[in-house]
């Protein structure tokens, strides 16, 4: 980040062409402006899905949408530019041409599809936010233990599934009466939908049956929900701190070296005044 884009003429006229821009893309306002541009351009498009806004003011809204386009064109174009070969280095910069590309491609014909696509230029909100790149960084870093309990979640509604497909099959087949039904099932039950009314049905048949409703649900949602935000969490710590995280490390590591040269000098002093003292 930049101190100031004026500066002095001739503090600034060793500067090239790239670092000029650079520094023009890394001040404070500048990225301000764009992150307004990112969410203006989000609740335009999401006004063009009402009809009643469209029949009143869509070429507005047509045209505000084109210029947050051009707005990020230029943008992406100045940071290559600006960051050369280095612009390919950082994930966050694909991420963001990506979209930029997507958003050119003429929505009309085969590719209309792309147009419902608009709204992902809401999602460079994400890279254009520290606070919010360091929770995807986070997630992205907790995605191999997420891994790990999905696969021990797949197991557990895997063996639920065949025993409820052997207990209630029979009494109730639109629920169990095969694998697959039973799986759908028990995901529905796992996510709390209707998980209620699926248990009375079988218990009318099989009063019992609340065991086993009872032990899935507490092992598939409740352990599973709060080892999944264990590993969240787990990795929101051992992700690296902001930068005023960091300057705050900085000034406390600061103080405690001066803290201890002064001690150090105190403690020579005590030292030098001890012979004078005893003599």
Known sequence: MIKNVVGHPEERS??????????????????????????????????????????RAGGLLHAVDRVALAVFTVEIAARLYAYGRDFFKDPWN??????????????????????????????RLVSAVPSMRRVVGALLNAVPGMASIIGLLVLMIYIAAVIATKLFGDIVPERFDELPRS????????????????????????????VFFIVYILMSTFVALNLFIAVVVNAMNDAEPSPAESRTQDDIEAMRQELAAVNAKLDQLLMREQP????
């Open 94 to 123: 694909w991420f963001d041409a990506v979209i930029v590309v997507v958003a050119l491609i003429p929505a009309s014909g085969p590719t209309s599809v792309l147009r419902a696509l608009r709204i992902l230029r809401a999602l």
């Open 14 to 55: 060793d500067l090239s062409g790239q670092e000029r821009v650079r520094d023009v893309l890394e001040h404070r306002v500048v990225q301000r402006a764009i992150i307004a541009v990112i969410v203006v351009n989000a609740v335009t498009i999401g006004m063009e899905t009402s009809s009643f806004l469209m029949d």
């Open 276 to 279: 004078n003292v005893q003599s």
């Open 183 to 210: 799986l759908f099932t028990l995901f529905q039950i796992m996510t709390g939908d209707d998980w209620g009314n699926v248990a009375q049905e079988v218990m009318r048949q099989k009063p019992w049956a609340w």
